[in-house]
């Protein structure tokens, strides 16, 4: 890996259509300290007073992807530029690797192998601990090439929940969809064939799934909403309801419930009712993705357009990396 020198302050250092309204168990904050205020910051206590995000780089061209590996580290994409980088806990940023697959959306499984939607030939891969491309786990749907894989979560059984959005790339030769539809396909563990387990989407993008595995959300950023499902024994999708009417790029959970939403004006902040309790203001023109990563995974990662950032905060990532830690 190739280790660049940091360019601003880290915060991981030292301690690191027909859907109906969604119903859900009440969130565990109260409503009145859910309220939003005329910041555009939250004082929710989901960070201290005074909090704002911090400046990693700004050398990149696009940003996507960040996911924490078991021991709290981030790794995230530079996806114009075929890169996967590596941001660590003691806060120094390194190439992971420069043949990337062209990836975007990525997760760490349980035993730490990092997957990604490697949009160069629309597949799923998985990478070594050395950075270099460990397998093909999805290459087709019978026959015809995916539209794009774009972001995945995994399930506790190793299971992968994707979104398959077309997007033109100017690296591609093709011009036009292979596969009709552009759906949320789920790969159980050790199987070669995904199935669809959501099609009514228009554009499925960003996806994230709770901690007890009972939930998942979707964001269709075409119809600017987000949904919820419930995920059954057998990893299938029923009873889509309607979270909030608002899309996203990429999604991420705190062990509140409360959803994380990405998209031009940075991060806003959703109770599990679907009310709006706050806003991390992202100083960039789009603001992708982001996760919770550090050693207590207590740090919100941010990719937004050629930049990444970090936000100390008082709640954890509700996903189990980095769960060793805590």
């Given amino acids: 890996m190739k280790i660049i020198k940091f ?4 915060l991981f250092p030292f301690i690191m259509a027909g859907a109906t309204s969604i ?11 859910l309220l939003m205020t005329d910041s555009s910051y939250s004082t929710t206590n989901l960070f201290k007073s005074g909090t704002r995000p911090v400046l990693v780089s700004k050398q990149f061209s696009f940003t996507e992807g960040p996911a924490a590996d078991n021991k709290g580290n981030i790794y995230f994409t530079d996806q114009p530029n075929n890169g996967i980088w590596k941001y660590d806990t003691n806060g120094k940023l390194m190439l992971f690797s420069n043949a ?25 891969w998985q990478f070594k601990a050395d950075g270099t491309k460990d397998t093909v786990l999805l290459s087709s749907a019978d026959g015809h090439k995916f539209n794009g894989p774009n972001d995945l ?12 959005p077309y997007y033109q790339r100017d690296y591609w030769t093709r011009t036009k969809p292979d596969l009709q539809g552009e759906k949320v396909y ?40 987000t949904y919820r499902f419930d995920i059954t024994k057998e990893g299938a999708l029923s009873n889509q309801q309607l979270f909030i009417d608002k899309g996203s790029d990429g999604l991420a959970l705190d062990e509140q419930g409360n959803v994380y939403i990405t998209g031009s004006k940075g991060i806003t902040i959703f109770s599990n009712l679907g009310e709006k309790i706050g806003l991390i203001a992202i100083p960039e023109s789009w603001t992708a993705n982001l996760c919770f990563g550090g050693i207590k995974r207590n740090v919100l990662f941010i990719t937004a357009s050629k930049a990444v950032y970090t936000m100390q905060m008082n709640v954890h990532g509700s996903t189990k990396n980095a769960s060793k830690q805590r």
């Avoid at 360019?7 to 880290?10: G, L």
């Fill in 7 to 10: 360019i601003a302050p880290a």
């Fill in 23 to 33: 119903v859900s168990k009440p969130a565990k904050l109260s409503l009145s300290k």
């Fill in 100 to 124: 990337a697959g062209r990836s975007n959306g990525m997760y760490f499984t349980k035993d730490n192998k990092l997957v990604t939607c490697a949009d160069e030939d629309n597949q799923i």
């Fill in 153 to 164: 979560w995994i399930d506790a059984k190793g299971g992968i929940y994707f979104t398959d």
């Fill in 186 to 225: 789920y790969l159980a563990k050790g199987q070669s064939k995904a199935v669809v387990v959501a099609e009514t989407l228009q554009k499925p993008n960003g996806i994230a799934g709770t901690a007890d595995g009972k939930y998942l959300y979707v964001a269709d950023i075409k119809a600017n909403k």
